[in-house]
C-alpha cells in the first residue's frame, strides 16, 4: 500500500524539450487520481517517469515514501496498462497474466491461483488458454489489466487504456475500471484525453498542459471553480464561454461591455473576485452553456442574441448565437487550426430537445449571475480571491 | 530470472538507460567483431599487402612497385574491361526480370506455378548452371545442334574459341541467373501496390502505359533500387562459379574479371601482394557502383 | 498461332472493356499464357538437360542416345557423393546457427536498443553487405592459415558466418522496427532484464524472420563455391559444389555423371526453397517497407 509523490519534477528531452515541468502532485494510497490534458501536455511523460521507462532530469519522485528516481521499474512494483495493450502474442491470456509472477519465481500453483482471481473479477475464465490475436479488442484490454492486477502492486498505472476501444465499448469498460480499482484500493495513475473520462473516473483529476500542472481537485471542485480559462474550456462539454471584454463603472458598481450591450456585475463579485478598475485591461468572462437561459419574452438585463447555427443532439439543442451589435473588441478569439479568428461574438446555449428554433431567429438569453467566470485578460488566471 | 548483471557496479548509477545501453552494446558486440575481423581487418590489409611482395609466407615492403606493375599489366585492364562490358547486362538482367513480373502480376491461370518454377534456378548453385552453361554453349554443345537443324550452320559459335563471343555466353548465363531472384523481387514489389491508385488512373482515362509510367514504376524504384544492388554484387562475386566453371578465364583472358583475376593471381601464380591489391580494386569499384546507384535510383534508407 | 475470326479492335485501348473490346482481351490472356508457358521452358531447360544427359552412360553420351542409369550408380564411385553431401549439410548448419546467434541480437540491438554510435555503426556494417568475397579473399586465406583454422570445417563456418551476418542483422533489425516499443517496455515493467527480454520476448515472436534469413542463408551456403574452394583443406571435408567443381574441371570427366551429381546438390536447396517460399518474399519485401 502506497502514496505516490511527484515534487518538482521536470523532464527534459535531448532536443530541449520540457516534456514535464516542475510537477509537485500527491496521490495518497487508494485514490483514482486522472491526468488529463491535450496531447503534448507531458501527461505520458509523467507516467512513464513514474513507471521508470523515462528518467527524471530533476525534482524527487518518490512511491511508498522512498524516493525512486534511480530505481528500476522491476523494483518499484508498480504495474502498467498500455494504450496499444502491449499482450505477448506468442503466450496465452493465462500466460499473459503469469509472466510477471513467473518472474519473480511464485510457484506454479500460486501462479494458477491469482491468475484465476484476476481472471474472475474480469471475467476472463472462458478465455485463459486463447492467444491474444484470437481475442477482441476489448478482452484484450482486460487481459491487459489482468496482467496489472496480479501482480497486486503498490501502484497502477494506466495509459489511455480505452482509446483504442469504440464508443459504447469505452462506457463500460469506464465503469469496470471504476468498479475494480475500488474493489482492489491500489492507488492509481489514469492518463487520458478524454475529460470524460477524468470526470467519471477520477477521484481527483489533475490538468496538465505544455508540461505544465494547470489544477488538481475533485471533478466537481474544477468544474465550478476552475484555477484558469485553459481548464475553465477544458473541462464539461460543451465548453465554457469565454468572452473577451473591458470593463466599465456603473452605478458604484461594474458593467462588462459586450459590444453594445451591457450586463451588470453583481455586487457580490465585487468583493470575492479581484476585478480590473474599470477602462482597465479588461477580464476574460466565462459562462457555461448549461448556464445561459434562453428566455421567452424580453427582460431586464436580458442580452439580444441571434441564431447562428444549431445542433440537434436527441437529448438538447446547441444553439450558437452572437450578441447583436457586437463590436471588434469583444471578438471571441479561436484557435483555428493554430490560426487566430476572429468571430462574431457567439455563445453557446442550450435548449430542449423540442425548441423550435432556427438560424437567423432573435433571441433574448440570461446568463445565470451566480455562475460567472472572471479571468485574467493576460494571464487568464481565475480572479476569484481564495480564502 | 537473472537480469543483466554484466559487473554491476553500483546500482545507483545503473538507470534504465544505461541498462539498455549496455544490453546493446553487448548484443551487438559478437556481429561487430565478426565483421571487423573477417571483413574489415582483411581490407585493410589489402591496403598493406599491396604495397609488398608477397608469397604468402613472407611479405617485403617493395612500397609503390607493385602498383605500377600492376597498373601496366595488360591482363589488369582486360579484366576491367571484361567486368565493365558485363556491366552492359544489368539492364537486361533487371529489365527482362520486370516484364516478367509484370506478365505474371496480371494473374493468369496457374501463375503460382509458374513463379515457382521461374524462381527455380535461383535454388541451382552456380557451379550446377554454369556447367549446363557449358554444354549448351560448347562447340559440340546444344546451341549449335539447334542451329545447325535449323539449317545456319555457318552461324555456329565457339564458346572457347572466340573472345568476344565468350563472353557474351557468359553475360547470357548471368542474366538467365538473375532472372529468378529479380523477377521475385519485382513481383512482390507489384503485389505491394495499391490497387485503387491504378483504378484511379484508369477512370482519371490513362492508358496502360501511361499507367505503368507513372505508378507502376515509381512505386517499383526502390525494387529496382534493390535489384540493381543485388545484381551488381553478384556480377562482382558469383560470376567467379561461372567463369570458373565455363570458360576458366579463356580463351586467353578474355573472360577474366576481376575476381577472377584474383584468384589466378593470388593462386596459380603465387603473387600474393598483386592479388591482395587487385582486391582492394575490386572493394572500391563495388564501394563506388553502391554510391553511384544511391544517387542514381533512389533515395537511401 | 491462331486468330480471331473477327478483325481484333486495338488490344491497347484504354477504356474500361465494355461488349465489342472484350474478345480481344480473352485474346490477349491467351497469347499472355503461351508467353509464359515459353518462359518457364526456358527457365526450366537446366533441369531437362541435366536429367535428360544424366540418364546416360559416357558411351551413349558422346554418341548422342541412349538410356542407362549407369552414370547413376558410377557416380559413388567417381566422388565421395554421400560424404560431401554431408559436409555440405554440416558447414550450412553450423554457418548459419552461428549467423543467427550472432545476427539476431545485434538485429534487435540496432533497432530497439539504441546506445551512441550504434546508427553510424549500423550503416558500416549494412554496407559491408556490398564486400564481394574475392576483395578480401587472400588477405583472409593467410590470416586463416596463420590462425591454424584451416584443419575442418571452422574457417569456411567462420567466414560464411562473416559474409553473411551484415544481411542477417539488416534483415532482423528491419524486422524488429516493426515490433512495439510497449512490448518490451510491458516486459521490463514486468521485471526482466534487457537479456531476459531477448530470450523471452524477442525470439520467440522473431520466428518468420529467423525462418527467412535461414532460408535464404541456407541456399546461399549450400550453393556457395569459393569458400569451400578456399577455406577447406581436407579432400574428405568438402562440400558438393566443390566436388562438382573439381569433377568438372578433371579432364577425363563423365559428363552425365556430372550432371548426375549436380541434380543431388541441387536438389536441396530447391526443396528448401519450394517447401519456404513465403518466408523468402516476406524476407524480400521487408528490407523495402520500412
Given at each position: 500500500m502506497a502514496d505516490i509523490t511527484f515534487d518538482g519534477v521536470t523532464k527534459i528531452f535531448a532536443d530541449k524539450i520540457r516534456a514535464v515541468d516542475e510537477l509537485s502532485l500527491h496521490v495518497a494510497d487508494g485514490e483514482f487520481m486522472v491526468l488529463v490534458g491535450p496531447s503534448g501536455c507531458g501527461k505520458t511523460t509523467a507516467l512513464r517517469m513514474l513507471a521508470g521507462l523515462e528518467d527524471i532530469t530533476s525534482g524527487s519522485l518518490s512511491i511508498g515514501g522512498a524516493v525512486v528516481n534511480n530505481v528500476l521499474p522491476k523494483d518499484r512494483d508498480v504495474a502498467m496498462v498500455f494504450q496499444n495493450y502491449a499482450l505477448y502474442p506468442h503466450m496465452t491470456v493465462a500466460q499473459n497474466m503469469g509472466f510477471a509472477l513467473k518472474i519473480r519465481g511464485l510457484s506454479k500453483s500460486d501462479i494458477a491461483a491469482k491468475v484465476l482471481e484476476a481472471a474472475t473479477i474480469l471475467r476472463l475464465t472462458d478465455y485463459l488458454d486463447r492467444r491474444p490475436k484470437a481475442l477482441s479488442g476489448g478482452q484484450r484490454q482486460r487481459v491487459a489489466m489482468g496482467r496489472a492486477i496480479v501482480r497486486s502492486p503498490q501502484a497502477f498505472l494506466m495509459d489511455e487504456p480505452l482509446s483504442n476501444l469504440d464508443a459504447q465499448l469505452r462506457v463500460e469498460m469506464r465503469l469496470e475500471i471504476a468498479r475494480i480499482q475500488r474493489l482492489l484500493g491500489v492507488a492509481t495513475v489514469y492518463v487520458t484525453h478524454d475529460q470524460i473520462e477524468a470526470m467519471t473516473m477520477g477521484d481527483r483529476v489533475a490538468v496538465m498542459r505544455g508540461g505544465k500542472l494547470q489544477q488538481v481537485a475533485t471533478p466537481q471542485d474544477l468544474y465550478d471553480h476552475p484555477d484558469n480559462d485553459f481548464v475553465a474550456g477544458f473541462v464539461g462539454s460543451p465548453p465554457m464561454n469565454l468572452l473577451r471584454a473591458s470593463l466599465e463603472s456603473a452605478n458604484d458598481g461594474l458593467r462588462v461591455v459586450l459590444g453594445a450591450q451591457r450586463l451588470d456585475v453583481p455586487a457580490t463579485y465585487l468583493s470575492s473576485h479581484d476585478l480590473p478598475n474599470a477602462d482597465g485591461p479588461g477580464v476574460i468572462l466565462g459562462i457555461r452553456p448549461e448556464d445561459v437561459e434562453v428566455l421567452s419574452g424580453d427582460s431586464a438585463g436580458a442580452l439580444m442574441t441571434r441564431v447562428e447555427r444549431r445542433e440537434a443532439l436527441g437529448a438538447e439543442i446547441l444553439v450558437h448565437l452572437s450578441l447583436v451589435d457586437a463590436k471588434e473588441n469583444t471578438a471571441f478569439v479561436v484557435n483555428d487550426e493554430g490560426a487566430l479568428v476572429a468571430r462574431p461574438t457567439t455563445l453557446v446555449a442550450k435548449m430542449g430537445p423540442r425548441a423550435g428554433v432556427a438560424v437567423g431567429d432573435q433571441l433574448n438569453v440570461r446568463f445565470n449571475v451566480e455562475h460567472l467566470h472572471f479571468f485574467d485578460a493576460d494571464s487568464g488566471l481565475s480572479l476569484r480571491i481564495r480564502s | 530470472m537473472a537480469t543483466v548483471s554484466v559487473n554491476a557496479p553500483k546500482a545507483r548509477r545503473l538507470t534504465l538507460k544505461r541498462r539498455r545501453q549496455l544490453a546493446g552494446v553487448v548484443f551487438a558486440l559478437p556481429a561487430i567483431a565478426l565483421v571487423i575481423g573477417f571483413i574489415g581487418i582483411p581490407i585493410g590489409q589489402d591496403v598493406y599487402y599491396s604495397f609488398t611482395q608477397w608469397d604468402g609466407q613472407t611479405a617485403t615492403w617493395v612500397g609503390v612497385s607493385t602498383w605500377t606493375q600492376a597498373f601496366h599489366n595488360p591482363n589488369l585492364w582486360t579484366a576491367l574491361r571484361n567486368n565493365a562490358l558485363l556491366l552492359l547486362s544489368v539492364p537486361f538482367a533487371l529489365g527482362l526480370p520486370l516484364c516478367i513480373a509484370v506478365l505474371l502480376h496480371q494473374?493468369?491461370?496457374?501463375w503460382r506455378i509458374f513463379r515457382t518454377i521461374y524462381f527455380l534456378p535461383t535454388a541451382i548453385s552456380w557451379v550446377v548452371l554454369g556447367l549446363v552453361a557449358e554444354r549448351f554453349f560448347a562447340f559440340q554443345g546444344t546451341l549449335n545442334s539447334i542451329i545447325h537443324a535449323l539449317g545456319f550452320s555457318h552461324f555456329s559459335t565457339n564458346l572457347l574459341g572466340y573472345q568476344s563471343e565468350a563472353l557474351l555466353a557468359l553475360g547470357i548465363t548471368f542474366i538467365f541467373t538473375m532472372i529468378g531472384t529479380n523477377t521475385m523481387l519485382f513481383l512482390t514489389g507489384l503485389a505491394t501496390l495499391d490497387p485503387s491508385l491504378e483504378e484511379a488512373a484508369r477512370i482519371d482515362g490513362a492508358g496502360r502505359w501511361r499507367i505503368f509510367r507513372n505508378i507502376t514504376l515509381p512505386h517499383l524504384s526502390r525494387f529496382i533500387q534493390l535489384a540493381f544492388v543485388m545484381t551488381v554484387i553478384a556480377l562482382f562475386s558469383a560470376l567467379f562459379s561461372l567463369i570458373f566453371v565455363m570458360t576458366g578465364g579463356g580463351p586467353g583472358y578474355a573472360t577474366t574479371t576481376v575476381e577472377y583475376l584474383i584468384y589466378q593471381t593470388g593462386f596459380n601464380q603465387g603473387d600474393f601482394g598483386t592479388a591482395a591489391l587487385y582486391g582492394l580494386i575490386l572493394f572500391v569499384i563495388t564501394g563506388v557502383v553502391g554510391i553511384v546507384q544511391l544517387r542514381l535510383i533512389g533515395s537511401s534508407e | 498461332m491462331t486468330t480471331a475470326s473477327t478483325p481484333p479492335k486495338e488490344p491497347e485501348d484504354p477504356r474500361p472493356s465494355m461488349g465489342p473490346v472484350q474478345r480481344p482481351r480473352k485474346l490477349g490472356r491467351w497469347m499472355l499464357f503461351v508467353v509464359m508457358m515459353i518462359v518457364a521452358v526456358i527457365m526450366l531447360y537446366p533441369f531437362w538437360v541435366m536429367i535428360y544427359t544424366s540418364l546416360k552412360s559416357e558411351a551413349q553420351f558422346l554418341a548422342g542416345s541412349g538410356f542407362s542409369w549407369i552414370s547413376w550408380s558410377s557416380l559413388t564411385s567417381v566422388i565421395p557423393i554421400g560424404q560431401e553431401v554431408l559436409s555440405s549439410t554440416i558447414v550450412c548448419a553450423a554457418s548459419i546457427l552461428l549467423i543467427l546467434i550472432v545476427g539476431l541480437p545485434a538485429g534487435f540491438a540496432f533497432s530497439k536498443l539504441r546506445f551512441r554510435l550504434s546508427t553510424g555503426i549500423f550503416l558500416v556494417m549494412v554496407s559491408a553487405?556490398?564486400?564481394?568475397l574475392q576483395a578480401i579473399l587472400m588477405t583472409e586465406y593467410v590470416n586463416v592459415s596463420r590462425l591454424h583454422l584451416t584443419g575442418g570445417y571452422t574457417a569456411a563456418v567462420l567466414v560464411y558466418a562473416a559474409l553473411g551476418t551484415p544481411f542477417s542483422v539488416f534483415l532482423f533489425s528491419t524486422y524488429f522496427r516493426g515490433v512495439p516499443d510497449e512490448l518490451i517496455e510491458a516486459g521490463i515493467v514486468d521485471g526482466l532484464g534487457y537479456v531476459g527480454v531477448l530470450w523471452r520476448l524477442v525470439v520467440p515472436i522473431a520466428l518468420p524472420a529467423i525462418a527467412t534469413v535461414t532460408v535464404l542463408q541456407f541456399i546461399q551456403i549450400w550453393d556457395d563455391l569459393l569458400v569451400g574452394l578456399f577455406f577447406i583443406q581436407n579432400t574428405s571435408d568438402r562440400p558438393i559444389t566443390v566436388g562438382l567443381a573439381v569433377l568438372a574441371a578433371g579432364r577425363t570427366t563423365s559428363i552425365p555423371e556430372l550432371m548426375a551429381g549436380s541434380i543431388i546438390s541441387a536438389l536441396p536447396a530447391m526443396l528448401v526453397y519450394v517447401g519456404f517460399q513465403r518466408y523468402l518474399v516476406k524476407g524480400l519485401t521487408m528490407g523495402i517497407d520500412r
Open positions: - | 494473374r493468369v491461370a496457374g | 553487405m556490398m564486400v564481394p
